[in-house]
């Protein structure tokens, strides 16, 4: 059971756009704790694509975005691509726990 | 762009310890800029923080795990290290090391699978 909840999967058209949603609580996400998103694809190692809620890495395409609100977190991805579809992860720090947390992946499926 | 690269045995019997090695290239491991950390993720599931090392020398392991890990720095050859002891085959995942700007992952190894088992 992680610490911070993610849908198992979520899925969309070519061209549309799709949020992955990450749910904390108030010793996480809630307590101001930066969330970060990464993207993994099969047999590699996860790349970071959104850090500190909305800001994305240089090479990272404008049509990822991450926004914070509360106790949750959102990766959007808008004009959605074949190549996209893979998992994706969310990550923040609790307080509580004194640990790194991260959501389970949520798999994209490009319809 | 710093590139890390994880060494370890592939296989290890349950009970024994696991030392498993990163070695960074493209920066110094000294620098005040970073962190060092290890991150595991067992087959077909999720990802795992296992501990972070800081330039002071300050280590942070995940409680779960505390007990039986210990992440040190070896300057001299700009290298960190890991260490797993009492192993079992909860322990078996692809094991990641990471360079670490505050609380996010900047780089990431390409990972070695450790398996536990007789």
């Known amino acids: 059971q992680s610490v911070l909840t993610q849908p198992p999967s979520v899925s969309g058209a070519p061209g549309q756009r799709v949020t992955i949603s990450c749910t904390g609580s108030?010793?996480?996400?809630?307590?101001?704790?930066?969330v970060h998103w990464y993207q993994q694809f099969p047999g590699t190692a996860p790349k970071l694509l959104i850090y500190?809620?909305?800001n994305r890495p240089s090479g990272v395409p404008d049509r990822f975005s991450g926004s914070k609100s509360g106790t949750s977190a959102s990766l959007a991805i808008s004009g959605l691509q074949a190549d996209d579809e893979t998992d994706y992860y969310c990550q923040s720090y609790d307080s509580s726990l004194r640990a790194w947390v991260f959501g389970g992946g949520t798999k994209l499926t490009v319809l | 762009q710093l590139q890390l690269q994880e060494s370890g045995p592939g296989l290890v019997k349950p009970s024994e310890t696991v030392s498993l090695t990163c070695a960074v290239s493209?920066?110094?491991?000294?620098?005040?800029?970073?962190?060092w950390g290890w991150i595991r993720q067992p087959p077909g599931k999720g990802l795992e923080w296992i501990g972070t090392i800081y330039s002071s020398g300050s280590t942070y392991y995940n409680p779960s795990l505390k007990s039986r890990v210990s992440i040190s720095v070896d300057t001299s050859k700009n290298q960190f290290s890991l260490k797993v002891t009492s192993v079992t085959a909860a322990d078996t995942a692809v094991y990641y090391c990471?360079?670490?700007?505050?609380?996010?992952?900047?780089?990431w190894g390409q990972g070695t699978l450790v398996t536990v088992s007789s």
């Open positions: 493209g920066g110094s491991i000294s620098s005040s800029s970073y962190s």
């Open positions: 500190g809620n909305s």
């Open positions: 108030s010793s996480n996400i809630g307590a101001n704790y930066d």
């Open positions: 990471a360079n670490q700007v505050g609380f996010q992952v900047d780089y």
